[in-house]
């Protein structure tokens, strides 16, 4: 039996050499090359994006990321509406997880306007948003195993993450867009019965996390195609401005719910958790454990949070809602990174800006294009799924 | 964070600075001296992580405020480093070599804005907008609902009431 | 019109220049034909056929797509129903806009409509294709997609549950057994229209006029 592994690109005499700048001069009129796109169509995972590659047999040796496709303007529309005009538009800026913008929405305009939160309400908010976040990443985990070929991940978790719908759906009357996080407080306290609904759904997901861990996880297919893939090195993470799950794969353990804690997760008993190799199966395998860690934190959630209590502050007449002139950030750790809004406000009653700061921003754009150079077009899915790019934060 | 603002004053000047909370300031900078705060800031004072880049448009001012939000990672703390330059002709030196994302920003500024950052790569291309030929979206002087109603054929017969007239008109008539 | 579509001399791999023309010979300009019905017996046949095996073009060009993923999956199950999703949309019959539209998707979305076969069936999803919805006033998204591509059925909401897009699609088989899926023929018929009007947004037009 041959030992020796076999590895795609070790024979180099094949291909161009480098220039001084260390980049190869692309001669498409030299049919070396092939311009191939992949995008913008996608199959409900990733966002409309398209990468313009430039490949080499089946080598990629050059990409663009195109955005574009979803903007919507949210920025500009947010300049002509009122403070409260704005509470219902900004948690369609992502689809897979609404709430994280309606928090920071909420929270930068309380900071500004000087408003403090009643106790249940944070509660309650918390409470939404590491729901969010769970169903999120069930979202996602069927993206990257359906990015490496097994569908079979997809079809479990796409119906786990409507059990927390449905969830939600009580909460908040919402499926995908919830509209809870009013700015003051929450629209509503928990329905009779939803802590023990909630713990069922928390079981049978736990159920089958472990069965994905067997499916997935320890799946020859998905090792050999994940484990080494896509590095980030630690000494990108401020270069590129990585957060998230990107940067704790890679042993640096950044958490804005540990860095900078909001709501009430200084109450909440969790460790951040820090991978080490910095590959595709690490970023995987953290997002499990975050996972993991989400539905813990709901429960130690339902354990400490009181019965009943205020649920929304006193706030102005919000049709002549002024708020103090000033800006602010206010930030939330999202399921990709560091989600934050920027608001400045002119003393009027509509904002003068806001400015919406997603993660994938750099994920997807600069680092992206750094990584996927060199590898197979075969990866470039698992690849791009992997840092959990979402395109409509990108442009809003 | 006040020794960290002293000490970027004994180099710099700084026209204005603003404690928002605890861990985030903003201070106000000459457009000159701009990128060199920030690579001090990034490299001496340990201001590693690019939060944002951004601009909003204070028109009634003629000028535009560039907000370059840089984070500490170790110390946990922000500083808001904020630019005005003029409207007409608007133009900013590049940053494109202390973050690899800049370049990012920076396409989309000259894009929504129409704020040139010369040097900068690919700062010409399109990035979000294709065959734009309006004036910068973002910038306040462009109607977006005027331009909507103009190009994308409005459906007769859509009654928008504004919530505000309509919340008053039903909850408080007489207000 | 870009660099790639213009007339050009290009060296083919044996050496030689060869004048190429990529808009007439990469693509077919010629326009769309309106095909008239077969014989009844024949026709109720076929309608019957394409109403009981409809294929989804697998391309979410808004918000509404995360909604697609739960009808793919057990939960809703739209296979039961002989929806089932495809990656081409040579294989495929429906197009399911599934929300707003900006100026850049309706670009693409318009190519794909078109390389579509006949007959083809187009559902609206989400209030912003009818009216703008909530984006009503922005300077990026459309306000009406019949101004672009002949609409089949509408379903509203924002977003609409799955259970609402599975009702739409009902409808739809409704509507191609009574013969009113005549889509791709409406759209043959008023041609210049829809050209017209999609040429008067997409500012930057370097595709051919029809090409499938």
């Keep these: ?396 | 964070m006040k020794d960290i603002i002293d000490r970027i004053k004994t180099k710099y000047t700084i026209s204005e600075v603003v404690e928002q909370r605890k861990n985030l300031s903003f201070v106000t900078v000459s457009k000159e001296q701009a990128i060199s705060i920030i690579t001090f800031l990034r490299d001496i004072e340990g201001f590693k992580h690019l939060v944002l880049l951004t601009a909003a448009d204070w028109i009634e001012n003629d000028k535009f405020q560039l907000t370059y939000l840089l984070n500490n990672p170790t110390e946990k703390i922000d500083l808001g480093v904020r630019v005005f330059i003029s409207r007409e002709n608007a133009s900013m030196e590049s940053a494109h070599h202390l973050w690899e994302q800049v370049a990012t920003y920076q396409r989309e500024l000259k894009e929504m804005f129409g704020i040139d950052f010369p040097d900068s790569p690919g700062v010409d291309k399109p990035f979000i907008l294709e065959g734009w030929e309006d004036i910068p979206p973002y910038r306040r002087d462009f109607d977006t609902k005027q331009y909507s109603e103009d190009t994308y054929f409005p459906r007769p017969g859509r009654e928008s009431n504004d919530p505000a007239e309509y919340m008053k008109k039903k909850l408080y008539p007489n207000e | 019109m870009k660099e790639d579509f213009k007339k050009r001399t290009v060296i083919s791999p044996d050496g030689k220049p060869i004048e190429i023309d990529p808009v007439k010979d990469y693509f077919s300009d010629a326009k769309p034909k309106v095909y008239k019905p077969a014989h009844p017996v024949i026709e109720k046949f076929a309608n019957w056929a394409r109403a009981n095996s409809l294929w989804v073009l697998g391309f979410g060009t808004g918000c509404g797509a995360i909604e697609m993923r739960p009808l793919m999956t057990p939960r809703f199950d739209a296979y039961r129903y002989g929806i089932q999703w495809r990656p081409t949309p040579r294989q495929s019959s429906v197009f399911v806009i599934s929300g707003y539209l900006s100026v850049k998707t309706l670009k693409r979305v318009v190519r794909t409509y078109e390389q579509m076969q006949n007959p083809k069936f187009v559902i609206a999803l989400g209030s912003c294709t009818i009216n703008g919805g909530m984006y009503w006033d922005s300077y990026n998204t459309i306000n009406r997609l019949d101004h672009y591509l002949p609409v089949d059925v509408y379903v509203a909401g924002c977003m609409p549950r799955p259970e609402s897009l599975l009702t739409g699609f009902e409808e739809l088989k409704k509507i191609i057994k009574e013969g009113r899926g005549e889509g791709a023929n409406k759209y043959a018929e008023n041609f210049d229209w829809y050209k017209a009007n999609q040429k008067k947004i997409i500012k930057d037009w370097d595709m051919p006029d029809y090409n499938w």
């Design chain 1, 1 to 396: 039996m041959n030992k020796k592994r076999f590895t795609i690109n070790e024979d180099r005499s094949l291909f161009p050499e480098k220039n001084a700048e260390g980049k190869i001069d692309i001669d498409l009129s030299s049919h070396k090359y092939l311009k191939l796109w992949q995008g913008p169509q996608h199959p409900g995972i990733t966002g409309n994006m398209s990468l313009e590659l430039t490949v080499l047999g089946d080598e990629v040796m050059d990409c663009e990321t195109h955005v574009g496709y979803l903007h919507r303007g949210f920025e500009k529309l947010m300049e002509r509406r009122k403070y409260i005009q704005c509470f219902p538009i900004v948690c369609r800026v992502a689809v897979p997880e609404p709430d994280f913008n309606e928090y920071c929405f909420a929270s930068a305009m309380e900071e500004l306007a000087g408003i403090e939160v009643p106790e249940m309400a944070q509660w309650l908010r918390t409470l939404v948003l590491e729901m969010s976040r769970l169903q999120s990443y069930l979202m996602w985990i069927g993206g990257q195993s359906g990015a490496f070929g097994s569908g079979i991940i997809g079809q479990w978790s796409i119906y786990l993450r409507d059990l927390v719908l449905d969830r939600f759906e009580e909460l908040t009357g919402g499926r995908v867009y919830h509209m809870y996080q009013l700015p003051g407080g929450v629209r509503g306290l928990l329905p009779d019965g939803f802590k023990q609904r909630m713990e069922e759904t928390l079981l049978t997901i736990e159920k089958f996390m472990d069965d994905i861990d067997k499916v997935m996880f320890n799946n020859a297919v998905f090792k050999k195609r994940s484990v080494g893939m896509g590095y980030i090195d630690p000494s990108w993470v401020n270069k590129f401005g990585i957060t998230g799950p990107n940067a704790r794969a890679a042993g640096i353990p950044l958490d804005v719910r540990k860095d900078y804690p909001y709501l009430k997760y200084p109450e909440l008993d969790f460790d951040v958790v820090v991978g080490k190799d910095s590959d595709i199966y690490t970023r995987a395998d953290i997002r499990r454990k975050d996972l993991l860690l989400s539905v813990d934190l709901i429960r130690q959630i339902f354990a400490k949070m009181p019965e009943k209590g205020d649920i929304k502050a006193k706030t102005p007449n919000v049709l002549h809602w002024k708020v103090p002139k000033g800006e602010t950030y206010s930030r939330a750790e999202c399921t990709r990174g560091e989600y934050g809004y920027y608001m400045v406000s002119d003393g009027t009653e509509y904002p003068r800006r806001i400015n919406v700061r997603g993660p994938s921003y750099t994920h997807a754009v600069a680092l992206l294009e750094k990584m996927i150079i060199n590898t197979n077009i075969a990866d470039v899915a698992g690849l791009m799924v992997s840092l959990h790019t979402y395109p409509p934060e990108i442009e809003r």
